[in-house]
């Protein structure tokens, strides 16, 4: 069973700045790609950033050029840079990463973004 582990949350005032790791239980080469999607209140869950096992990446319109997504292969770690954080980014954050035949979740961790 995988295991996707996020932490770093926590809460930020306006044009703030907070990294998010997803820890894998397993080496993430053997997902096909990574993502990070968030879910405020109300709201459907959306996809934030992806990154594929190659290293190319994508984001969301609403936090291009503020967010940025990594890996660390050796340390099995996917992490997501938030930058010039606004309220509208208050959502909780999930980790997902996607085999062949599987599609994994972590268990999500908040980000509040307030003054």
């Known amino acids: 069973q995988v295991q996707l582990v996020e932490s770093g949350g926590g809460s930020v005032q306006p044009g703030g700045s907070l990294r998010l790791s997803c820890a894998a239980s397993?080496?993430?080469?053997?997902?096909?790609?990574m993502h990070w999607y968030r879910q405020a209140p109300g709201k459907a869950r959306e996809l934030v950033a992806t990154?594929?096992?190659?290293?190319?990446?994508d984001y969301a319109d609403s936090v291009k050029g503020r967010f940025t997504i990594s890996q660390d292969n050796a340390k099995n770690t996917v992490s997501l840079q938030m930058s010039y954080l606004k309220p509208e980014d208050t959502a909780v954050y999930y980790c997902?990463?996607?085999?062949?035949?599987?599609?994994?979740w972590g268990q999500g961790t908040q980000v509040t973004v307030s003054s």
């Open positions: 997902n990463g996607r085999q062949v035949t599987a599609t994994y």
């Open positions: 397993r080496s993430i080469g053997s997902f096909y790609d």
């Open positions: 990154i594929t096992r190659g290293g190319s990446t």
